[in-house]
């Protein structure tokens, strides 16, 4: 059985963005609940409890888990699939302005970069990997985002103007990244 699961990023909530509209065109299309994890204290995050609501919501992914993370749920998101053993499979992971690297804007994030991820590992065994990034997005460098991208072999696409794909960006809605989940999903 499909399992789909949103993890939205620092200061956000499962209400902002794309995210409902995202979740009620699965629903709606597919019939596909879609999980979106509500991460403890968006406002002040810390990596372990971040870490450990990934734990308890997802547990050990398969190849009909898919993920679809945003911003710092991205690297949390990272994090999490790297600490598994090396036999867990992931179906599809869609990355949004992700990084693994300090961003000066956001110094109190730090910790959650502050780690070595074993890139060739992560690639292995996750099925399909898609990197989004913008050209303007005023936090993430779009470098950042797509240089994780290339070392995850990830698909890459770049949006242009689209910031940081927030709601007051424009972003309630996503087709972009609707588009990539329909394909990703419809592969199995």
Same mark, same amino acid.
């Given at each position: 059985?499909?399992?789909?699961?949103?993890?939205?990023?620092?200061?956000?909530?499962?209400n902002d963005h794309w995210f409902p509209w995202f979740v009620e065109k699965v629903h709606t299309v597919y019939g596909i609940e879609v999980a979106l994890l509500r991460? #403890?204290?968006? $406002?002040? #995050?810390?990596?372990?409890?971040?870490? *450990?609501?990934?734990?308890?919501?997802? /547990?050990?992914? @398969? @190849? $009909?888990?898919?993920?679809?993370?945003h911003s710092l749920g991205c690297i949390t998101l990272l994090r999490y699939l790297d600490?598994? #053993? *090396?036999?867990?499979?992931?179906? /599809?992971?869609?990355?949004?302005?992700?990084?693994?690297?300090?961003?000066e804007i956001f110094p109190n994030l730090d910790a959650f970069v502050d780690t070595k991820l074993d890139y060739a590992?992560?690639?292995? @065994?996750?099925?399909q990997k898609h990197v989004i990034f913008s050209d303007n997005d005023m936090y993430v460098p779009s470098f950042i985002s797509k240089e994780l991208g290339i070392k995850l072999d990830s698909a890459l696409l770049e949006i242009p103007r689209g910031g940081h794909f927030l709601g007051i960006e424009g972003f309630e809605m996503f087709p972009e990244l609707y588009e990539i989940f329909r394909q990703m999903i419809t592969k199995y």
């Open positions: 059985m499909k399992k789909v699961y949103i993890i939205h990023g620092y200061s956000a909530s499962s991460m #403890p204290m968006s $406002e002040t #995050p810390q990596v372990e409890a971040w870490l *450990e609501k990934l734990r308890d919501k997802i /547990g050990t992914p @398969n @190849n $009909e888990t898919f993920i679809i993370a600490a598994l #053993p *090396e036999s867990f499979a992931l179906g /599809g992971m869609i990355l949004v302005s992700p990084f693994d690297k300090p961003l590992k992560l690639s292995r @065994n996750i099925l």
